[in-house]
C-alpha cells in the first residue's frame, strides 16, 4: 500500500512525469522505498484512475510526449490521512541473517566472503549516506520540511552505521568453519 503514497510525497514535492519520478525514486526515495519503472507507471495509471492524480495539460500532441502529473486534492487528503495512521512496526526480515541461522546446521562454507562483500557495500552506502547530509543539510538549513527529509537520512545513516558495526563484529567473531550435521 505504500508505494501509491510514496508517489502520491514525490508529486506533491515536484510534478513529474514518470520517467522523472523514476529518476527520482533512484536518487531519494528509492533509499528506503524502491520501485521499478514498470510499478511506478502501473501505479500512476491507478492513482489517476482513482482521482487521486491528474495529468497535466500538454501544448504538443499526446502521442510520443511524455504525461507530467500533479495531485488533486483528493490524492493530498490520502496522503494526510495515510501519514495520520498509526502503524505498527515491521518485524525484520533479512536473508542474510537467515543464511547465518542456516549456516549454523550446514556450515559456514561461502559465507564470511559474502560477509566481507556486504560489509564493503554498507561502508559505501554510509558514505554516500553522509555525502548527502554534507551537501544537502548544512548548518542553519532546519526549516520543518528540511528537519523531517534530515531525520529520514539520519535513519539511513543509523542504520547503515549498525550495519558496519554489526558485520565488522560478525567477521571478528566469525568461526573457521562449522560442519554440518553428518560431517566432521
Known amino acids: 500500500m505504500s508505494l501509491p503514497h510514496a508517489i502520491l510525497t514525490a508529486l506533491l514535492e ?5 520517467l522523472e519520478l523514476t529518476r527520482r525514486f533512484d536518487k531519494s526515495i ?18 489517476e484512475t482513482d482521482g487521486l492524480i491528474r495529468a497535466l ?5 499526446a502521442r510520443g510526449q511524455r504525461k507530467s502529473y500533479e495531485v488533486l486534492p483528493a490524492g ?9 495512521a498509526s502503524q505498527d512496526p515491521r518485524p525484520m526480515r533479512d ?20 560477509l ?11 558514505a554516500e549516506y553522509e555525502e548527502i547530509e554534507k551537501r544537502d543539510f548544512p548548518p ?3 526549516s520543518s520540511q528540511d528537519r523531517l527529509r534530515h531525520l529520514v ?12 558495526r554489526w558485520l565488522t563484529h560478525a567477521l571478528e567473531e566469525f568461526p573457521e568453519d562449522v560442519p554440518g550435521p553428518g560431517t566432521a
Not at 566481507?116 to 554510509?126: D, F, N, S, T, V
Open 14 to 18: 515536484k510534478p513529474s512525469s514518470g
Open 30 to 47: 528509492g533509499y528506503f522505498w524502491s520501485a521499478t519503472h514498470q510499478q511506478i507507471y502501473r501505479e500512476l495509471g491507478r492513482l
Open 57 to 61: 495539460p500538454s501544448e504538443l500532441p
Open 76 to 84: 493530498r487528503a490520502e496522503l494526510a490521512r495515510w501519514t495520520a
Open 95 to 114: 536473508t542474510l541473517l537467515l543464511r547465518m541461522r542456516a549456516a549454523a546446521v550446514v556450515g559456514t562454507a561461502g559465507l564470511e566472503e559474502d
Open 116 to 126: 566481507r562483500r556486504h560489509l564493503e557495500l554498507r561502508r559505501r552506502q554510509l
Open 140 to 142: 542553519g538549513r532546519d
Open 153 to 164: 537520512l539520519r535513519a539511513g545513516i543509523d542504520l547503515e552505521t549498525f550495519w558496519t
